[in-house]
């Protein structure tokens, strides 16, 4: 019996979404994602009752890759939920947690435990918060309420990500990322309502600049935006292509001497380590605030809301190239960590989501493909798969990590990390809305590839 059978009874007792129990055509899967976007804007605009004007965002650095706004019921965005993503995925590759994720019983296991996870994390996240004073009551007598209503906003964003999962388009984590890095870029480039007495978009702060003598350094974010976004757009068209060909095909017939080619994806392992990463690196800052708040700051100060000394400090993202010069130390370090997280996330993302070269071969194998010029066998797919899946996993990893390093040192719009996920969810999404809909016309090659 798996260890985290024993806490069945306690899943069951965890509410959950319904899968539909009829294939989705693509416009009830749009008409749900729409939906769910448009609350979770909403909601983004419900302040926390009794909050300080005076409060400071603690993570403001992070706040476009968490999906959080600052000062809402939704201040926690999706932390929780990946930082119960982080300790399952450790568990999991470690092998302290022995589950077979192909398997639907164990994947439905990973998944309520990663609910009930993503609920403990809520209300440790929310209290460090309230109690440490990162956020500060107008009153102390306001403490419970602001922490009433961050673990309501969190629970809340834990269900809507289901409901995306389940009923629309991609995942809700994925669609809240985006949503709130292209405010942000939008905000930063064409807002002209002042904020503070300054323009908060490019734009207008550069056509204003053209009274007082114009500053063209006003566009280096802008630029670095543009430049993240081409980048990363080139990154995700690569391919890697291994030559096939089709043997016996079950269900459908033997196709005898049809060689195509199978794609691996240069950014294999997708966005996800950059996400856990910087998940990461938000948990290291509320463990600061923690430790310093029972008089241990063992892992660093923090002075108003930001890490002023210690790892906490070290790994705190440098947001600004100037500090390769002032802060080398930092950023070097900041960079070398940023980086191995990155490649050991991307790896245990490739093992737990089934990506690896073990089971590719097998799904391969089943299908009825094979490597031509070799013999038909599962083993010899294995081989030439592992050739090339391990490699494309680091690679990935290293190259989503320091794209996301090097736009934060230009301070791109919405945050050059949170530019680089919002680029490959849209994209990721792209693709799956046009299979979508190419399948819901088609029905025989929906058929085909297996659906209902």
């Known amino acids: 019996m798996s260890f985290l059978e024993n806490f069945e009874p306690l899943f069951r007792l965890i509410p959950e979404v319904k899968s539909p129990v009829h294939r989705e055509d693509f416009n009830e899967k749009l008409k749900w994602t729409a ?3 448009v609350l979770y804007y909403f909601l983004t605009q419900i302040p926390l009752f009794g909050l300080s004007p005076g409060a400071v965002d603690q993570f403001a650095q992070l706040r476009a890759v968490m999906a959080g706004s600052f000062g809402s019921i939704l201040t926690l965005g999706i932390g929780p939920i990946v930082t119960a993503s982080i300790v399952l995925q450790l568990l999991v590759g470690s092998k302290l947690l022995d589950l077979d994720l192909s398997s639907h019983k164990d994947k439905s296991l990973f998944q309520a435990s990663q609910k009930v996870l993503s609920i403990v994390f809520t209300i440790f996240e929310a209290g460090v918060l309230v109690l440490t004073g990162s956020l500060i009551p107008i009153d102390n007598s306001y403490i419970g309420i602001i922490f009433l209503q961050l673990v309501i906003g969190a629970i809340l964003v834990i269900y809507l990500d289901e409901v995306v999962s389940k009923w629309g388009f991609g995942s809700g984590i994925g669609l809240f990322i985006a949503a709130g890095v292209c405010q942000a ?3 930063g480039t064409f807002g002209f309502i002042p904020t503070n007495g300054m323009l908060p978009g490019i734009i207008p702060r550069f056509i204003a600049s ?12 802008l630029i670095a935006t543009i430049c993240v976004f081409l980048v990363v757009v080139y990154g995700e068209c690569m391919r890697v292509e291994i030559p096939i060909s089709h043997g016996q095909v079950k269900g459908h017939g033997r196709i005898r001497g049809s060689v195509g080619k199978y794609p691996l994806k240069f950014v294999y392992a997708s966005n996800m380590p950059v ?3 910087s998940a990461l690196l938000v948990n290291v800052s509320l463990l600061a605030s923690v430790f310093q708040k029972i008089g241990a700051p063992i892992l660093g100060q923090i002075d108003n809301g930001k890490a002023v000394s210690g790892i906490a400090w070290l790994l705190s993202t440098p947001s600004d190239y100037s500090m390769i010069f ?16 990155c490649m050991l996330f991307s790896y245990l993302w490739v093992e737990i989501s089934g990506l690896n070269a073990k089971k590719i071969s097998k799904q391969l194998y089943d299908s009825g493909i094979q490597i031509p010029g070799f013999r038909s066998s599962k083993h010899q797919l294995y081989k030439i798969l592992k050739k090339y899946i391990p490699a494309l996993t680091l690679v990935s990893g290293v190259y989503v990590g320091l794209i996301a390093f090097a736009a934060d040192l230009t301070g791109a719009l919405g945050g050059g990390t949170g530019v680089l996920l919002t680029v490959g969810i849209i994209h990721k999404l792209y693709e799956e809305m046009a299979e979508e809909q190419l399948m819901s016309s088609n029905p025989v090659l929906r058929k085909f590839l297996g659906g209902d």
Not at 210 to 221: E, H, M, N, Q, Y
Not at 331 to 338: D, S
Request: charged share 5%.
């Open 35 to 37: 939906l769910i976007l």
């Open 185 to 187: 870029i939008i905000v």
């Open 210 to 221: 053209f009274w007082t003598g114009v500053d063209f350094a006003i566009l280096i974010p």
């Open 275 to 277: 996400i856990l990463t």
């Open 326 to 341: 002032t802060e080398p130390i930092h950023v070097i370090i900041y960079a070398i960590f940023f980086l191995l997280c």
